[in-house]
């Protein structure tokens, strides 16, 4: 990215000698990208991250249809995915949202019985951001195309963690973003199976083969197709080791903070992503304490930051809304350590027990 910057200035749709250099960098970037998901680099729409890649999934296929469609979707998407679901019902459309178990997965039998003659595209993403649960993508395809429906998922939180060969999962498109494995934020992409047809949501130029217009993002292009290498690259040896020191953060805990229990433990996880609740404890006090004591925890989704009702996901799954707000989403990445995991647990265990000292609710439980 810093090389685009210092030396790539040119827009690489102009045909002069910069814009053609700073094309060839774009090109290249995207061929890189195309060769981690598996796809042709034709394939691969670049855009400005998981939100403007899902809505153009799924604002570009229904709006492509010409025609009253149907949509099926799931109550734990991100509200990227929610909230064009809403808006499309605004416009006509029909959306089925179905809900998860209670351990976070979507029931592919659910899929097939919610399918109609008009439904022109199923949306699952393919790991949950808040849990990390991971949904069978594939069979969930493979039900979507037997009754002629295109299938989207949103690999933002999944890419880089797990193999995101967009042939073997069976989508027809995946967004991704590349804040999520260390690129910068503000850059992403879309894969569009080839044949799949598009309504553009951005209009203006011809870029992006007419499937998103506007002066592409050369410097984020290049990092994204970097990162993605390395989380590929990486991919066998990071999962050993996130895992671990997910599995170390969650048995710790469990062990010394008595009223706790990790939301999805008993499905299949991206190594990354631990939710744990805490009975008798608000979430926002905790991710504030645990802030002052140096660690970034959150209650949810970023993209819902600040919201009052509890999470959308955790509701979905059946808890209840005091547990639902009782819950922490813990992350691990690339530089986090064992010392850190246990520093966080030291943590945790005193911040816990000082907010239950001074909570009523506590005493309920207790």
Same mark, same amino acid.
């Given at each position: ?14 045909? *002069?000698?910069? #814009?053609?250099? $700073?094309?060839? /960098? %774009? ?5 890189? =990208?195309?060769?981690? @998901? ?113 299938? *989207?998922?949103? #690999?933002?939180? $999944?890419?880089? /963690? %797990? ?5 073997? =999962?069976?989508?027809? @498109? ?193």
């Amino acid at each position: 990215m810093v090389a685009c910057l210092r030396q790539t200035h040119g827009n690489a749709s102009s045909i *002069h000698y910069y #814009g053609q250099a $700073a094309k060839q /960098k %774009l090109e290249q970037a995207r061929l890189e =990208l195309a060769g981690v @998901l598996g796809c042709d680099a034709n394939e691969v729409v670049l855009v400005s991250g998981g939100t403007e890649a899902d809505n153009l999934a799924l604002f570009g296929v229904v709006r492509a249809a010409h025609r009253t469609a149907h949509i099926i979707t799931t109550a734990i998407e991100h509200p990227a995915v929610l909230a064009a679901c809403r808006e499309l019902e605004r416009e006509g459309h029909t959306v089925t949202c179905l809900a998860p178990d209670s351990n976070g997965v979507v029931d592919p039998a659910g899929v097939r019985r919610a399918l109609r003659p008009g439904t022109v595209l199923v949306s699952v993403m393919h790991a949950n951001n808040e849990t990390g649960v991971v949904q069978p993508i594939g069979e969930i395809a493979a039900i979507a195309h037997e009754a002629g429906a295109l299938m *989207h998922s949103d #690999g933002v939180q $999944a890419f880089g /963690k %797990l193999s995101g060969d967009v042939r073997t =999962l069976g989508v027809d @498109l995946y967004s991704i973003s590349g804040h999520k494995i260390c690129a910068p934020k503000g850059v992403g992409a879309l894969y569009v199976r080839g044949g799949a047809v598009l309504e553009p949501i951005i209009r203006g130029g011809h870029h992006e083969r007419d499937r998103r217009a506007g002066t592409e993002n050369v410097a984020g292009a290049a990092a994204l197709a970097a990162a993605a290498s390395a989380a590929r690259r990486d991919l066998d040896s990071e999962t050993r080791r996130l895992s671990g020191l997910r599995d170390r953060l969650e048995s710790a805990i469990l062990e010394r903070v008595p009223g706790a229990g990790v939301n999805g433990g008993r499905a299949a996880r991206i190594p990354n992503t631990t939710n744990i609740w805490f009975d008798g404890v608000q979430g926002e006090a905790l991710v504030i304490a645990l802030d002052l004591a140096g660690f970034a925890v959150s209650t949810g989704s970023a993209c819902s930051s600040g919201a009052v009702e509890p999470s959308h996901v955790l509701s979905a799954m059946g808890l209840s809304a005091d547990r639902a707000r009782a819950s922490l989403r813990f992350s691990l990445g690339r530089s986090n350590t064992v010392e850190q995991v246990d520093a966080l647990v030291e943590a945790v265990e005193q911040a816990v027990a000082r907010l239950r000292g001074v909570s009523a609710r506590w005493d309920a439980y207790a």
